[in-house]
């Protein structure tokens, strides 16, 4: 859920601040972390996007005349009506986002903020499945 919602999000402010760079610095950094945590890398969604997001700085600052003047440079596509679908979709995402995480926590007895609202979700139970032979590994504990 929040995955989604951030993406979103995060896709709408690249698409809205940096229309030259929405595709290649937006969607296409936003849906390498998003693929892989839903098909193979469960709960390791920020950390392939901390690694993505690294990547493409480090590549920018080492060779900014790719983004400015390579052929692989993105005509401003900013569209004021896109724009503004964009932003909305995005407020609804991370309104709907909020509305399903307090449902949740009401519906568990939680506080959002100190548990876990999405334990005992199947995609909750396999990243924490992932983790849990690393905690009881002696060797990595010592």
Known sequence: VYIIAYDIWNFCYTYNCLPTHSWFCG????????????????????????????????????????????????????NPTSALVVSALALVANVAAIIYIVYRAKKLGVNPYKSDVFKGTRDWEQATARREPAENDPALTA
Do not use: D
């Open 27 to 78: 969607f296409a950094l936003l849906l390498a972390p998003t693929v892989a945590n839903f098909f193979w890398n469960k709960g390791g969604w920020i950390q392939n996007r901390a690694y993505t997001l690294a990547i493409w700085c480090m590549f920018a600052q080492v060779f900014p005349y790719f983004q400015e003047e390579s052929v692989f440079v993105t005509h401003s596509t900013l």
